[in-house]
Protein backbone atom coordinates (compact mmCIF):
# COMPACT_ATOMS: atom_id res chain seq x y z
CA UNK A 1 0.00 0.00 0.00
CA UNK A 2 1.39 3.04 -1.09
CA UNK A 3 2.20 5.45 1.67
CA UNK A 4 2.91 9.35 1.63
CA UNK A 5 4.34 11.50 4.25
CA UNK A 6 4.33 15.44 3.64
CA UNK A 7 6.34 17.64 6.38
CA UNK A 8 7.84 21.56 6.39
CA UNK A 9 4.75 23.23 6.54
CA UNK A 10 4.33 26.08 9.27
CA UNK A 11 3.65 29.94 9.48
CA UNK A 12 5.45 32.48 7.51
CA UNK A 13 5.25 35.88 6.78
CA UNK A 14 3.98 36.90 3.16
CA UNK A 15 7.05 36.98 0.64
CA UNK A 16 9.34 34.06 3.26
CA UNK A 17 9.87 30.79 2.20
CA UNK A 18 9.77 27.05 2.92
CA UNK A 19 10.60 23.66 1.62
CA UNK A 20 7.89 20.86 1.75
CA UNK A 21 9.52 17.33 1.49
CA UNK A 22 7.27 14.12 0.69
CA UNK A 23 8.52 10.76 1.98
CA UNK A 24 6.75 7.75 -0.11
CA UNK A 25 6.96 4.09 0.38
CA UNK A 26 5.42 0.90 -1.01
CA UNK A 27 5.97 1.52 -4.23
CA UNK A 28 8.36 1.84 -7.21
CA UNK A 29 9.16 5.38 -7.10
CA UNK A 30 10.87 5.95 -10.39
CA UNK A 31 7.97 4.23 -12.32
CA UNK A 32 5.39 7.44 -11.28
CA UNK A 33 5.56 11.43 -12.04
CA UNK A 34 5.08 12.79 -8.59
CA UNK A 35 3.51 16.00 -7.84
CA UNK A 36 1.80 18.59 -5.39
CA UNK A 37 -1.57 19.01 -4.41
CA UNK A 38 -3.48 22.01 -2.46
CA UNK A 39 -6.46 22.42 -0.22
CA UNK A 40 -7.41 25.71 1.41
CA UNK A 41 -10.29 25.89 3.22
CA UNK A 42 -13.80 25.57 1.64
CA UNK A 43 -12.33 25.09 -1.68
CA UNK A 44 -11.19 22.00 -3.40
CA UNK A 45 -7.95 20.30 -3.45
CA UNK A 46 -5.99 21.73 -6.39
CA UNK A 47 -2.85 20.67 -8.44
CA UNK A 48 0.22 22.74 -7.62
CA UNK A 49 3.16 21.05 -9.67
CA UNK A 50 4.80 17.71 -11.35
CA UNK A 51 7.88 16.23 -11.89
CA UNK A 52 8.50 13.36 -14.26
CA UNK A 53 9.89 10.13 -13.04
CA UNK A 54 13.55 10.96 -13.81
CA UNK A 55 13.01 14.38 -12.77
CA UNK A 56 13.30 15.98 -16.24
CA UNK A 57 9.90 17.37 -16.85
CA UNK A 58 8.23 19.96 -14.37
CA UNK A 59 4.88 21.86 -14.65
CA UNK A 60 3.44 23.94 -12.69
CA UNK A 61 -0.18 25.72 -12.39
CA UNK A 62 0.14 29.17 -13.40
CA UNK A 63 -0.79 30.92 -9.76
CA UNK A 64 2.82 29.22 -8.71
CA UNK A 65 5.00 29.65 -11.69
CA UNK A 66 8.64 31.20 -11.16
CA UNK A 67 8.06 31.10 -7.25
CA UNK A 68 7.77 27.98 -6.74
CA UNK A 69 10.32 24.47 -7.92
CA UNK A 70 9.70 21.31 -7.56
CA UNK A 71 12.64 18.62 -7.37
CA UNK A 72 12.56 14.84 -6.23
CA UNK A 73 15.75 12.80 -5.08
CA UNK A 74 14.84 8.77 -6.17
CA UNK A 75 17.36 7.58 -3.83
CA UNK A 76 15.26 8.70 -0.92
CA UNK A 77 12.15 8.14 -2.24
CA UNK A 78 11.43 11.97 -1.72
CA UNK A 79 9.48 14.76 -3.76
CA UNK A 80 10.15 18.55 -2.53
CA UNK A 81 8.80 21.76 -3.53
CA UNK A 82 10.81 24.95 -2.41
CA UNK A 83 8.49 27.60 -1.97
CA UNK A 84 9.78 31.33 -2.26
CA UNK A 85 7.52 34.99 -2.65
CA UNK A 86 4.74 33.00 -0.70
CA UNK A 87 1.53 34.98 -0.74
CA UNK A 88 -1.15 35.08 1.37
CA UNK A 89 -3.06 32.80 -0.98
CA UNK A 90 -0.87 30.03 -0.56
CA UNK A 91 -2.24 29.41 2.64
CA UNK A 92 -3.27 25.83 2.23
CA UNK A 93 -2.45 21.85 3.39
CA UNK A 94 -0.45 21.27 0.89
CA UNK A 95 -0.23 17.04 -0.14
CA UNK A 96 1.70 14.92 -2.53
CA UNK A 97 0.71 12.13 -4.53
CA UNK A 98 1.71 10.49 -8.09
CA UNK A 99 0.38 12.67 -10.87
CA UNK A 100 -0.90 11.14 -14.09
CA UNK A 101 0.78 13.48 -16.70
CA UNK A 102 -1.96 15.47 -19.02
CA UNK A 103 -4.67 15.77 -16.95
CA UNK A 104 -2.31 16.44 -13.83
CA UNK A 105 -4.87 14.24 -11.38
CA UNK A 106 -4.04 12.11 -8.54
CA UNK A 107 -2.59 8.80 -9.26
CA UNK A 108 -3.18 7.09 -6.28
CA UNK A 109 -6.29 6.73 -3.90
CA UNK A 110 -4.67 7.41 -0.35
CA UNK A 111 -3.38 10.55 0.60
CA UNK A 112 -1.22 11.43 3.50
CA UNK A 113 -2.29 13.68 6.73
CA UNK A 114 -0.76 16.93 4.40
CA UNK A 115 1.44 19.77 5.83
CA UNK A 116 -0.42 22.98 6.59
CA UNK A 117 1.13 26.16 5.05
CA UNK A 118 0.26 29.45 6.52
CA UNK A 119 1.48 32.45 4.97
CA UNK A 120 0.50 35.61 6.97
CA UNK A 121 0.32 39.52 5.50
Known amino acids: QVQLVESGGGLVQAGGSLRLSCAAS????????MGWFRQAPGKERDFVAT????????YYTEAVRGRFTISRDNAKNTVYLQMNSLKPEDTAVYYCNGVLLGNYIPTFRSWGQGTQVTVSS
Open 51 to 58: IGSRGGYT
Open 26 to 33: GLTFTDYA
